[in-house]
T-cell receptor, first 113, second 112 residues
Framework: ETGVTQSPTHLIKTRGQQVTLRCSSQ?????VSWYQQALGQGPQFIFQYYREEENGRGNFPPRFSGLQFPNYSSELNVNALELDDSALYLC????????????FGQGTRLTVV | GQNIDQPTEMTATEGAIVQINCTYQ??????LFWYQQHAGEAPTFLSYNVLDGLEEKGRFSSFLSRSKGYSYLLLKELQMKDSASYLCAVRFASGGSYIPTFGRGTSLIVHP
């Protein structure tokens, strides 16, 4: 058990809608990263939050946005959903930015129809 | 973006040794990670290399050559439960922050 929890576990949305995914990081971890993992692919880095500030971003459009709260939990928001956004969304927390080991949650499986 | 290359699939026999290779572009390198991911589960951390050489942790070892942009994960005494996807990830320095880039993963099938 990693202590990183994500909700919901599964979600179906219609193209054009907006979605919010949530992540509770492991106790004491102040850094949260979000990844998108398409079937048969490795995780793709979306962005990282450290102490409520975005601290690095991958090659994703601005309709992917996030928040980190004072308790270090985090949200990933995706606007104007596209069919290609269907994927497993993973959240990972670490003790600090640049930490060696990150702990992943079980992910949210998003299907866009 | 940075390319991380690793084989798509490998098969091995229970009790044997298998080596999974990973190559990457060296510019901006700031550490290499290996993760294990069983089907339908979250990735779990296996190892980290930032200096050249071999890091051993039980049945698993990871090697890094920074000048060659090359790493491998060595799994000894294979067990059926080792059947999983093995992800190579490299952290790159970019504009003051660190961007982790994952390979597609190597699906390892261990058979009796």
């Amino acid at each position: 058990e990693t202590g990183v929890t994500q909700s919901p576990t599964h979600l179906i949305k219609t193209r054009g809608q907006q979605v919010t995914l949530r992540c509770s990081s492991q106790s004491g971890h102040n850094t949260v990263s979000w990844y998108q993992q398409a079937l048969g692919q490795g995780p793709q880095f979306i962005f990282q939050y450290y102490r409520e500030e975005e601290n690095g971003r991958g090659n994703f459009p601005p309709r992917f946005s996030g928040l980190q709260f004072p308790n270090y939990s985090s949200e990933l928001n995706v606007n104007a959903l596209e069919l290609d956004d269907s994927a497993l969304y993973l959240c990972a927390s670490s003790l600090k930015t640049g930490a060696v080991e990150a702990f992943f949650g079980q992910g949210t499986r998003l299907t866009v129809v | 973006g940075q390319n991380i290359d690793q084989p798509t699939e490998m098969t091995a026999t229970e009790g044997a040794i298998v080596q999974i290779n990973c190559t990457y572009q060296t510019s901006g390198f700031n550490g290499l990670f290996w993760y294990q991911q069983h089907a339908g589960e979250a990735p779990t951390f296996l190892s980290y290399n930032v200096l050249d050489g071999l890091e051993e942790k039980g049945r698993f070892s990871s090697f890094l050559s920074r000048s060659k942009g090359y790493s491998y994960l060595l799994l000894k005494e294979l067990q059926m439960k080792d059947s999983a996807s093995y992800l190579c990830a490299v952290r790159f320095a970019s504009g003051g922050s660190y961007i982790p880039t994952f390979g597609r993963g190597t699906s390892l099938i261990v058979h009796p």
